[in-house]
C-alpha cells in the first residue's frame, strides 16, 4: 500500500523551461510535505517543504504547491539547470508516525 | 560532527553472515531513523528512534533485522543470515528536536552474495 506515489519515473527538460515534478498521497493525517534530491552514490538532501496549513512556498527556483482537496504536491524548478539533474523524491509525515513516508522517486535531466 | 556518518561506506559480505552496521547522528539530534534503497525502488522505512521512547520497530522486514541506538546518539544495524534480498543501499537519517527536515549519511551498500 503506497501512501505517497510518484508515478513518473522519469522526466526530461531544456535547460532553462521548467520542470514540475508531481507527487499524489493517500493519507489525509499527512501534516508535513518534504522534496529532496539525491546524486548517485550520496545520501538524499533536504530542498524544500510545505506544512499542510498552506498550499505553497517558495524558495529562490524551487516552489512547491499542496493542493489538499486533490491529495497531491508538486515542485516546480524554475529555470532549470543541468545540475538539477538528479533522482528527487517526495516524503510525508504526519499522524502518531513521526517517520518520513517516501515516494519512489523521479529521475530528472536537465538537457544543456 | 558537521553531518550524519555512516560506516561502513560499502560491505560486501557471504550470504548467512551477520552484518552490523553504524551511523553516527549530527550532535544533538534527538531522532534517529533507519531507511534502506533497493535498487530501483524509493526509500524504505526500518525504524525510528525518538528520544528515550521506545522505538517504531514497525518497517523492519524481518526478525533478522534489529537495531539500537545506545545513548541517545550512535545507532547500530544488525542483520543476521544475511540473505541476498537484503543486498540495497542502508541510510541512516537524524532531526533535531521538533524539527520536520531529516538529514541523511552518505548510506552504506550493501551485498550479499
Known amino acids: 500500500d503506497q501512501q505517497v506515489k510518484q508515478n513518473s519515473p522519469s522526466l526530461s527538460v531544456q535547460e532553462g523551461r521548467i520542470s514540475i515534478l508531481n507527487c499524489d498521497y493517500t493519507n489525509s493525517m499527512f501534516d508535513y510535505f518534504l522534496w529532496y534530491k539525491k546524486y548517485p552514490a550520496e545520501g538524499p538532501t533536504f530542498l524544500i517543504s510545505?506544512?499542510?496549513?498552506?498550499d505553497k512556498n517558495e524558495d529562490g527556483r524551487f516552489t512547491v504547491f499542496l493542493n489538499k482537496s486533490a491529495k497531491h504536491l508538486s515542485l516546480h524548478i524554475v529555470p532549470s539547470q543541468p545540475g538539477d539533474s538528479a533522482v528527487y523524491f517526495c516524503?510525508?509525515?504526519?499522524?502518531?508516525?513521526?517517520?518520513?513516508?517516501f515516494g519512489s522517486g523521479t529521475q530528472l535531466t536537465v538537457l544543456p | 560532527g558537521a553531518g550524519v556518518s555512516q560506516s561502513p561506506s560499502n560491505k560486501v559480505t557471504e550470504k548467512g553472515k551477520d552484518v552490523e552496521l553504524r551511523c553516527d547522528p549530527i550532535?544533538?539530534?534527538?531522532?534517529l531513523y533507519w531507511y534502506r534503497q533497493s535498487l530501483g525502488q524509493g526509500l524504505e522505512f526500518l525504524i525510528y528512534?525518538?528520544?528515550?521512547?521506545?522505538?517504531?520497530k514497525s518497517g523492519l522486514p524481518s526478525d533478522r533485522f534489529s537495531a539500537e541506538r545506545t545513548g541517545g546518539s550512535v545507532s547500530t544495524l544488525t542483520i543476521q543470515r544475511t540473505q541476498q534480498e537484503d543486498s540495497a543501499v542502508y541510510l541512516c537519517?537524524?532531526?533535531?528536536?521538533?524539527?520536520?527536515?531529516?538529514?541523511f549519511g552518505q548510506g552504506t551498500r550493501l551485498t550479499v552474495v
Open positions: 537519517a537524524s532531526t533535531q528536536q521538533g524539527g520536520t527536515e531529516a538529514f
Open positions: 516524503a510525508a509525515r504526519g499522524g502518531s508516525a513521526r517517520q518520513l513516508t
Open positions: 528512534f525518538q528520544g528515550n521512547s521506545a522505538p517504531d
Open positions: 550532535s544533538g539530534h534527538t531522532a
Open positions: 510545505i506544512s499542510s496549513i498552506k
